[in-house]
């Protein structure tokens, strides 16, 4: 009897936490710094990640709320910072994740003066730091970005090295579309002091609120995984704005190509910056085992690893 009593708690906490997810921890260098933790005692908790309720979903019903910035109950620190130098990586571990398809979307807002523990990311202060979506294939049977977080709970992303020192929130995203035109938001919030000599704060024109930054009818949100669309899409309308380009000019969304000069120029060439390689155009192979072509992304994606022996220009 005792036995099956503790079987039925058990069973109905593991019911409580049975899918979704949220960050449990971020690492920084050699420094692991635990996330907060919704299933336990609130009480005496303190960690860089602000706190949140739950690893539930917020819906389409959530964008016109403050849940949607820092998840429910998200909106104070509870008194610690995380130092970070500008251009080096956060790896965020995901307590648990299981959706596939998701989308990843990252973005920082720069807390006052006074720092971010008391201050609730309110206004239009976010920046997108990184984004992915559909890596490969159709939007109903490809791979997706948050694939690598299902099977490996991590995704590790790089703070602009251009980045101003100063306090800031990071808030880490996952979008679920496995449901039908009822897309799933996981975001999670945590403070930063970010260290270095970068000296550039994102243009007005590179910011958003949240709420404000979503609507239910973007595309990327009025979304059905199952639509005869979906079976034959291969590019995926990430939600929100363009990822911050790093200088004080806001990062276009569908850059063009550099126009030609058509005259001769007399002016001194400046040094070239080109890279020795063709860059590998975003979301082709860019590194992994045995490959031996260029190394070198084209402006808006880095290369990184997508399982072990794969990297991309994501
Ligand atoms: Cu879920």
Redesign the pocket.
């Known amino acids: 009897m005792k036995f099956s009593s503790v079987f039925t708690v058990a069973s109905s906490l593991l019911a409580t936490v049975s899918?979704?997810?949220g960050v449990g921890k971020y690492t920084i260098g050699s420094t692991v710094y635990t996330g907060w933790q919704p299933y336990n005692s609130a009480s005496g908790q303190k960690s860089i990640q602000r706190q949140y309720s739950s690893?539930?979903?917020l819906y389409t019903s959530d964008l016109s709320t403050v849940n949607i910035r820092c998840n429910n109950a998200g909106t104070l620190g509870t008194g610690m910072s995380a130092s970070v130098a500008a251009g080096s990586s956060i790896k965020a571990t995901w307590t648990q994740w299981?959706?596939r398809p998701s989308a990843v979307m990252i973005y920082m807002a720069k807390c006052p003066s006074s720092g971010c523990n008391s201050w609730d990311g309110a206004g239009k202060v976010w920046f997108k730091i990184d984004h992915a979506g559909l890596i490969s294939g159709t939007q109903n049977k490809g791979i997706w970005a948050g694939d690598q977080i299902v099977d490996t709970l991590e995704w590790t992303t790089k703070v602009p090295a251009s980045l101003a020192p100063g306090e800031y929130l990071i808030r880490h995203e996952l979008l679920?579309l496995?449901q039908a035109n009822n897309p799933?938001f996981?975001p999670e919030c945590a403070q930063l002091t970010v260290t270095g000599s970068g000296t550039t704060n994102p243009p007005s024109s590179a910011l958003v609120a949240f709420p404000g930054a979503y609507s239910a009818s973007d595309p990327g949100i009025n979304f059905n995984i199952d639509s005869s669309a979906a079976m034959v899409a291969t590019t995926y309308p990430i939600p929100g704005p363009a990822v911050w380009d790093g200088t004080g000019n806001p990062a276009p969304s569908n850059p063009d190509p550099e126009p030609v000069p058509t005259t001769l120029v007399t002016m001194p060439a400046p040094e070239p910056t080109v890279p020795s390689c063709n860059p590998v155009a975003k979301y082709q192979q860019c590194g992994g085992k045995g490959f031996t072509g260029c190394t070198v992304c084209e402006a808006g994606s880095t290369c990184r690893a997508n399982g072990e022996y794969y990297s991309q220009c994501l």
């Open positions: 899918a979704h997810g690893f539930n979903p299981t959706h679920a496995h799933q996981y």
